[in-house]
DNA sequence: ATATCTGCAAAAAGTTTGCTCTACG
DNA sequence: CGTAGAGCAAACTTTTTGCAGATAT
């Protein structure tokens, strides 16, 4: 098992147009998409997100680059990024959807349910089985998700005190209600 | 591992008010709340549930018990219930939350993307992963959930042609968005 | 008796959409 | 240039809430 080390894409020298580019809005690119500013920006504040923002921080984000940007467009554009499969939607509770790059390849969150805190994981044990279920089901695992919620054990707490939240995308609601 | 049997309470005999209650009904009481006209005939409903309904299709089953229901209380409820730790509120996309009772025991979904059935099925090779994973991470595992969505084998598909879908709180749709 | 609950309707909260103008390709 | 995209505001959907009257314990 390995805990993902998220690389963000550093800011590019504003060159050209293309050069400057993130990750993702190469991938927009690739995907045939229309790249207007206000997609390449969206498309930069998703590479650089290293958390999972919901739309409103998209928004945001997106404002303090551009402030010419309306939330329809967010809420346009992940919708489009989602269908080309550039982005993947999630639920952590709370009513709002929050997005992440699907290039992070697929990992899965363990919610502390103390601190709000999302770390992500991968296992490859753990598709492993899920693929030998669904088969066992008859079917062929197309995608999934899992989420564990824990909460630090005795032991694991004391050996640091960096008791702050990391992940948050604009809310944390660890049990997803108010 | 093995696909739940759910069992769901036949109606009881009428008699007096306490004998007919449903099981969630008596788990209310167990947990102090109030039990009005509206709220047994909501939990009987959940009680009889056998799928994961929205707040919709709890509402709509449980106004043909009972007329004088509205959704607001039907909201609340869910709400109350959830908090008691009663009822379980899923996500299977689709923006609507879906309940189904906590007694049902802990379980995990197989979601097929074409027909939008949602199979139910209990591995505890599953738990014990997941429950290493979070020990390994430095967490005691409290809660947990796992969504398969997966499409059946060309196999498997022809051995029957039971087209239909099964399971469906009021709308099921496969992908999550219209 | 009285704190809790319900219905109703209005308000939130999140997301989508129609229309007109702008801009990418 | 022509068509897809953006902005704005209005529409929608799902869920929550304030208030007055009803009800369980």
């Given at each position: 098992?390995?805990?993902?080390?998220?690389?963000?894409?550093?800011?590019?020298?504003a060159s050209g147009e293309a050069v400057g580019d993130?990750?993702?809005a190469r991938l927009c690119v690739k995907h045939g998409l229309k790249m207007t500013g206000q997609r390449r920006v969206i498309a930069r504040v998703l590479s650089e997100a290293e958390d999972h923002p919901d739309v409103e921080e998209l928004y945001r984000r997106a404002s303090e680059l551009d402030s010419r940007i309306?939330?329809?467009t967010v809420y346009r554009t992940v919708r489009l990024l989602e269908e080309k499969g550039i982005l993947e939607r999630r639920d952590f509770g709370g009513g709002r959807a929050r997005y992440e790059a699907s290039e992070n390849g697929?990992?899965?969150?363990?919610?502390?349910?103390?601190?709000?805190?999302?770390?992500?994981?991968e296992n490859d044990e753990l598709v492993g089985l899920l693929a030998k279920i669904a088969a066992e089901l008859g079917f062929d695992l197309m995608s999934h998700r899992a989420e564990l919620f824990g909460r630090r054990t005795a032991s694991d707490r004391k050996k640091d005190t960096t008791s702050g939240k990391a992940d948050d995308g604009s809310q944390s609601n660890p049990s997803g209600r108010a």
């Open positions: 098992m390995v805990m993902s080390t998220k690389k963000m894409g550093r800011d590019g020298a993130s990750p993702i309306s939330v329809a697929h990992h899965y969150h363990l919610i502390d349910i103390d601190s709000g805190n999302v770390i992500e994981f």
